[in-house]
């Protein structure tokens, strides 16, 4: 799709109309997204409080990535001064809703262990070409030591929130184990000899579109920054388990 029909910043202006004048679109913690429809053609609109120029730069790099199931939503353009990020709109649904109704014909084709290995395989090789990837965004560029400080601020946060709604089925002795255990392993050395890379950052099932031809459109990268590959892959594991 072509933005050619109706530039971006005509897009942009159309979305923040809508919104303004009450039109149903999704409001997040961090953002506000829906769709408008412009000259004929339907575009996917996102705003937010924050700059989205790191999510629009990597998405203009993820147009060199080779084809597949698996693939980022293709990006119409960033209306820089309205920060109005404008991409392809998927109708297929998110894939954890996907993977768990009973009747959903995602649900239904092949074995669980194949279509859940058939799946896996899709997003390595989305992942592998992904973190390969070297925009010139401003995204900052962190040391080890910086993301890993990062990660473990992130770990103490949804700790603190487990302890908060206590519905982990822990202890507290138990989340006080892997807190020390969080920070003894952060303490290691091991980490700074570890690659750095461009991640996702949030890279979860509810982030993964599911189309009915069986593709998989990576959306929301607002989080990415650069970290550890095996974030993303952690991220997902843990998600979907």
Known sequence: MSAAAA???????????????????????RSITGCVTVSGQRFFCKTSEESLANEAEALAACRDLPGGAAYAVP???YDTDRNVLVTEPVDGGNLFNRLW???????????????????????????RAFHAL??????????PRAAID????????RLQTVRTVGDAGL???????????????????????????????????VNILAESDRSLVIIDLGNVRHGFALEDLARLWTSVW
Do not use: Y
């Open 7 to 29: 530039d971006v910043a005509t897009i942009a202006t159309r979305f923040l109309e809508a919104h303004a004048q009450g039109a149903a679109h999704r409001r997040g913690p």
């Open 75 to 77: 990006l119409i353009g």
């Open 101 to 127: 109704n009973a009747t959903d014909p995602w649900r239904l084709w092949e074995s669980p262990h194949r279509r859940f290995d058939w799946l896996f395989q899709q997003l390595a090789r989305w992942l």
């Open 134 to 143: 070297h925009p010139g965004c401003t995204t900052p560029r962190k040391t």
């Open 150 to 157: 990062h990660l473990l601020t992130m770990i103490d946060a």
């Open 171 to 205: 202890s507290e002795a138990q989340l006080d184990g892997v807190e020390r255990l969080a920070h003894r392993l952060a303490r290691s050395d091991t980490w700074t000899t570890q690659p750095m890379t461009l991640i996702h950052g949030d890279l979860t099932p």
